[in-house]
């Protein structure tokens, strides 16, 4: 069960991540949670700094995508300025948005990645999927009501495992 809840790779934020050696796993398609991963709640908008990354992703021949449990039109304007398909109110770590996001862009399992700041959604619905999940540490401590409780759930699991240890990062 916890190998349900370990991320395959471990890295301090999106700006961490070594997307080349992503390229040399044949990673082809990203998938970026929203809040705590590209931003923190409290921002309504994409920092310069983020539509440079999606830019050069992009430009460096990754597909993009945001699949954030947040609502429509929060998710929507994020995506806008990434110039980004996206999924909202995607249930993670459900298998469904997961399944619709493959089905409908026609993707490979073994060339997606999950790159989200959460272990209860991000990593577990990746994990339970298939797809290349990789954990961020989370971008400020301000979360919504329902990821309080997925942190304090978060918090026990590190407790009483040793899945991975904070700021402790691999890849
Ligand atoms: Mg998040």
Redesign the pocket.
Known sequence: MINLYKPQMYYKDIYHINYNLLKKKKIKYLIF?????IADCKTNKPSKEMITLFKKLQKDGFTTYIMSNAFKKRVNTFANYLNTKYYYLSLKPLKITFKRLINENNLKIQEIAMI???IYT?IKGANKIGILSILVDRLTKHDYFL?KISRIRENNLFKKTNIIKRGEYYE
């Open positions: 949670d929203l809040d705590n991963t989200g700041d959460e991000d990821t």
